[in-house]
């Protein structure tokens, strides 16, 4: 069960090109995403909750290395413990280390059937700790995913028709995605009610049909897209995550939104909850200067926070340009100079995706260009 692609091929038509064979590559980011991305970021998407992220679906790459040799990674079984995990040294790297150029991926059986729940409550730390309780169920959910109040608002008037038809709560959010047997799933739905039940739930919503199904997951999929369509224009969204012990997330989307609500902005807060993963974004104006530094200033002590919490500067979008100093911080020098140690080895001109995840050394900035 695993299928072979190169990096430009789209998760989202590759699942519609693998119908009738009862299998999918199970991961949901963006629709938009391609293999390549997926490999080079470690993405991962609502359904990490029950699947993981990319690293659990890779089976081998074929790369080409910066010298022009071409390698792969291992062979094809699942099973394998022949020499280094070479695999894993590709996914996540953002293509700072080789250009991959064939991808090996696991998939997974289509579940027989899915459902879908939703249940509002007062706070985000009620919404946390019935996360938690639910997580600690047994419960075979395929997703959990969180809105804040904020973002409910947002989809109330700026939601597609269908979404809209819905009266939703505009409070702290819920969304549970069952997968599994028909029998299982109705178990599971009417468990629900009793265990969130101590947590004061103001309205608990449960998909009757495939229709009411998709219309409560398309509020959680719009999320992204609403929040964009009411951007003004010229303005800009900084939108970033962290992820923390599922412990310490009720606490840190608490302190995160305490600090942007004093910003004056529109800020939002979106949340893989199942795996203690979260988004904060905010609007500004990228030409009022003291927007952008106060709203930098909010982004970097929410990471500084994760951190603190024994978290991770980035959860799913890997680091880039922007999270650079704060790996510094959340790994520590020795681990990073031997990450450079590593990319030095394979790439001595520094010419893979230059300046990513960390900065040129000094004196390769021309051959990078070049």
């Not at 706070?123 to 959910?141: H, M, V, W």
């Not at 970033?240 to 608490?254: F, G, H, N, Q």
Request: some cysteine; glycine content about 8%; aromatic content about 6%.
């Amino acid at each position: 069960m695993d299928v072979v692609v190169q990096p430009g091929v789209n998760w989202v038509t590759l699942n519609k090109t693998m119908e009738d064979s009862g299998l999918f590559l199970p991961l949901d980011p963006s629709p938009t995403a391609m293999i390549g991305g997926m490999v080079s970021t470690n993405c991962s998407g609502t359904n990490a909750f029950r699947y993981g992220t990319m690293k659990d679906w890779v089976i081998n790459l074929t790369v080409v290395l910066a010298d022009g040799r071409v390698i792969k990674t291992r062979r094809r079984p699942r099973k394998n413990s022949a020499g280094y995990n070479l695999t894993s040294m590709f996914v996540g790297a953002e293509g700072t280390l080789g250009l991959v150029t064939e991808v090996t991926l696991k998939l997974a059986v289509v579940p027989q059937d899915t459902s879908v729940a939703v249940v509002s409550f007062p706070t985000i730390d009620e919404a946390a700790k019935a996360a938690t309780k639910l997580i600690r169920s047994g419960i075979q959910l395929g997703a959990l995913e969180f809105l804040d109040e904020v973002q409910m608002q947002v989809i109330n008037r700026h939601g597609s028709e269908a979404v809209r038809r819905t009266a939703w709560d505009e409070s702290p959010t819920l969304f549970l995605k069952f997968s599994g047997t028909t029998e299982a799933i109705k178990g599971d739905v009417s468990r629900v009610k009793d265990i969130v039940q101590p947590f004061k739930p103001r309205k608990i919503f449960f998909a009757r049909n495939k229709q009411e199904e998709a219309d409560l997951w398309a509020a959680r999929k719009e999320a992204l897209w609403t929040m964009t369509s009411i951007k003004p224009e010229g303005y800009s969204l900084w939108s970033t995550d962290v992820a923390v012990p599922i412990s310490r997330l009720a606490e840190i989307i608490t302190l995160s939104k305490e600090d942007s609500g004093k910003l004056g902005l529109f800020a939002s807060v979106i949340g893989h909850v199942g795996d203690g993963n979260f988004h904060q974004a905010v609007m500004y104006d990228p030409k009022n200067e003291e927007q952008q530094a106060s709203v930098a200033k909010c982004v970097h002590d929410m990471m500084s926070r994760a951190l603190e919490m024994e978290g991770t500067v980035s959860g799913e979008h890997a680091i880039g340009i922007g999270k650079k100093d704060c790996l510094v911080e959340e790994l520590g020098r020795d681990a990073i100079d031997f990450m450079k140690t590593l990319k030095q080895a394979v790439d001595p001109k520094w010419i893979m995706n230059p300046g990513k995840v960390f900065d040129l050394p000094t004196g390769s900035k021309a051959i990078a260009a070049s």
